[in-house]
């Protein structure tokens, strides 16, 4: 009984013993995350998602490149230095990408670009590189999808009566694929369903920014009183700004009054609650939580030297080295 015992204590202690040792022998990876800016609503839930989906899989060092590509250079200097075992970028500069996936590539370590699109042919020089993004054109159709809703939603909508949306746009920065793609796809989109569309001034290039997008807003009511019927912003910090210029004089106030329907992009916290207040008329979802979920689970795979997608329901688009995360619409009552 007694050695019997003393058996099961020697199992146990030599159990314990293998638990740690596994634990030591696989010591977490090292992974660098490089961000355009932290100051970015979006971004933020992605981040998030990066670091609850990493907990305990492996020790992050995470920077913020403050909207600056020089600096963001900087960063990924140390990040090599430091013999990192895997990096996740977030572009400040999608053109600065060559650059940045050379010194990459020169230290052979597995990268995951997201969000920010680098040119996949350049990208496609480096075997353990991938990209996990959006199809920014898909935001922009749904953006089309709700003008053409909300249009046959309410006859009020057209204020003057001619039976044209008249709309201003709000973009994001100038040579910003996703912007570019929103920009475009949106109007073409609502216009392919029938709604004629009529832009009032010039396409408002606000950088993304909420408070670019409120002055914007303000000079354009100035000039427009009355015949601004829409407004169409890239993403929601900008739809933000054009509320708040709104409010100013009067329209999407809570609790009813004069309004002018609002479409952004994003499904921030801060739009979601604009929705539910009933100031703000609909936002198209990023799933940042799902974004965070794909860019770590294929940069652990590539860490462990397994194929990028293995063990994962994600598929490549056509050009066999992005996965797209896709968009859904989010609208009020
Ligand atoms: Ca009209």
């Given at each position: 009984m007694k050695s019997s015992s003393n058996r099961i204590t020697a199992i146990v202690c030599a159990m314990i013993v293998c638990l740690f040792a596994g634990v030591a022998s696989a010591a977490a990876p090292n992974i660098g995350v490089l961000i355009y800016k932290y100051d970015d609503t979006y971004i933020s839930t992605v981040r998030n998602a990066l670091t609850k989906a990493l907990d305990g899989k492996a020790a992050i060092t995470m920077q913020d490149g403050k909207g600056d590509q020089a600096t963001q250079n900087d960063q990924l200097d140390v990040m090599i230095s430091k013999k990192m075992n895997g990096l996740i970028v977030n572009m400040v500069d999608a053109q600065a990408a060559a650059g940045v996936l050379e010194k990459i590539k020169a230290a052979g370590i597995p990268v995951v670009f997201f969000n920010r699109e680098p040119n996949l042919d350049v990208l496609?020089?480096?075997?353990k590189a991938v990209f996990v993004g959006t199809n920014a054109a898909d935001a922009g159709r749904m953006q089309g999808d709700i003008i053409k809703q909300i249009w046959e939603g309410?006859?009020?909508?057209?204020?003057?009566?001619?039976g044209k949306f008249q709309y201003v746009m709000f973009k994001g920065e100038p040579d910003n694929p996703e912007a570019i793609a929103r920009t475009e796809f949106s109007v073409k989109q609502a216009v392919e369903k029938g709604v004629v569309m009529e832009q009032i001034g010039q396409t408002f290039?606000?950088?993304?920014?909420t408070a670019l997008a409120q002055q914007a807003m303000e000079s354009a009511l100035a000039a427009n009183e009355g015949k601004i019927e829409l407004v169409i912003a890239n993403n929601d910090s900008m739809a933000m700004g054009a509320i708040a210029a709104l409010s100013n004089v009067g329209y999407n106030i809570e609790g009813g009054g004069k309004f002018i329907p609002v479409i952004g992009v994003d499904a921030t916290d801060q739009a979601i609650d604009a929705i539910g207040k009933g100031i703000m008329s609909a936002t198209v979802k990023q799933d940042g939580e799902a974004m965070g979920q794909a860019v770590s689970t294929i940069i652990l795979n590539m860490i462990a030297g397994k194929a990028p997608l293995d063990g994962t329901s994600y598929q490549y688009d056509d050009s066999g080295i992005a996965v797209r995360i896709p968009y859904s619409p989010f609208m009020g009552k």
């Amino acid at each position: 009984m007694k050695s019997s015992s003393n058996r099961i204590t020697a199992i146990v202690c030599a159990m314990i013993v293998c638990l740690f040792a596994g634990v030591a022998s696989a010591a977490a990876p090292n992974i660098g995350v490089l961000i355009y800016k932290y100051d970015d609503t979006y971004i933020s839930t992605v981040r998030n998602a990066l670091t609850k989906a990493l907990d305990g899989k492996a020790a992050i060092t995470m920077q913020d490149g403050k909207g600056d590509q020089a600096t963001q250079n900087d960063q990924l200097d140390v990040m090599i230095s430091k013999k990192m075992n895997g990096l996740i970028v977030n572009m400040v500069d999608a053109q600065a990408a060559a650059g940045v996936l050379e010194k990459i590539k020169a230290a052979g370590i597995p990268v995951v670009f997201f969000n920010r699109e680098p040119n996949l042919d350049v990208l496609k020089t480096y075997d353990k590189a991938v990209f996990v993004g959006t199809n920014a054109a898909d935001a922009g159709r749904m953006q089309g999808d709700i003008i053409k809703q909300i249009w046959e939603g309410s006859k009020a909508v057209d204020l003057n009566g001619d039976g044209k949306f008249q709309y201003v746009m709000f973009k994001g920065e100038p040579d910003n694929p996703e912007a570019i793609a929103r920009t475009e796809f949106s109007v073409k989109q609502a216009v392919e369903k029938g709604v004629v569309m009529e832009q009032i001034g010039q396409t408002f290039v606000c950088n993304w920014d909420t408070a670019l997008a409120q002055q914007a807003m303000e000079s354009a009511l100035a000039a427009n009183e009355g015949k601004i019927e829409l407004v169409i912003a890239n993403n929601d910090s900008m739809a933000m700004g054009a509320i708040a210029a709104l409010s100013n004089v009067g329209y999407n106030i809570e609790g009813g009054g004069k309004f002018i329907p609002v479409i952004g992009v994003d499904a921030t916290d801060q739009a979601i609650d604009a929705i539910g207040k009933g100031i703000m008329s609909a936002t198209v979802k990023q799933d940042g939580e799902a974004m965070g979920q794909a860019v770590s689970t294929i940069i652990l795979n590539m860490i462990a030297g397994k194929a990028p997608l293995d063990g994962t329901s994600y598929q490549y688009d056509d050009s066999g080295i992005a996965v797209r995360i896709p968009y859904s619409p989010f609208m009020g009552k």
